[in-house]
């Protein structure tokens, strides 16, 4: 299925529509959303969306790539100065009970769904 999904990306990319420039946008995105440390891949994918004929298609994947980076970053500035607020303190203190919680189920979920089929 995901291959079918990125294969159907890569098709958009190549018609020479509307939904090429939709395609070179998701193709930003999934870069960032599938792998977010993939440094390796960048000079390969880069090259790629480089390499098409018309020059939107690098114009629309630069900012598929850093949207969800700058919103990571920006959410995260966000969460940590409502933590440090004098005012939120006690939401801080909940915030970070809750995020420890969730973090630990993820990881109790992630470990036992091959073992058990989940």
Do not use: D
């Not at 960032?32 to 440390?37: G, K, N």
């Amino acid at each position: 299925m995901l291959e079918q999904f990125l294969i159907t990306i890569n098709q958009w990319m190549t018609t020479g529509s509307a939904i090429a420039l939709t395609g070179a946008f998701l193709w930003g995105m999934v870069s960032v959303l599938f792998s977010p440390c993939h440094l390796a891949s960048i000079p390969l994918i880069v090259a790629y969306v480089g390499g098409q004929q018309n020059a939107i298609h690098p114009l629309l994947f630069a900012p598929g790539h850093c949207l969800p980076i700058a919103a990571a970053g920006g959410s995260t500035a966000m969460v940590r100065k409502l933590t440090e607020s004098g005012a939120w303190q006690g939401a801080g203190l909940w915030f970070r009970r809750a995020a420890g919680t969730l973090i630990a189920l993820l990881g109790v979920y992630f470990i036992a769904k091959p073992l058990v089929g989940v």
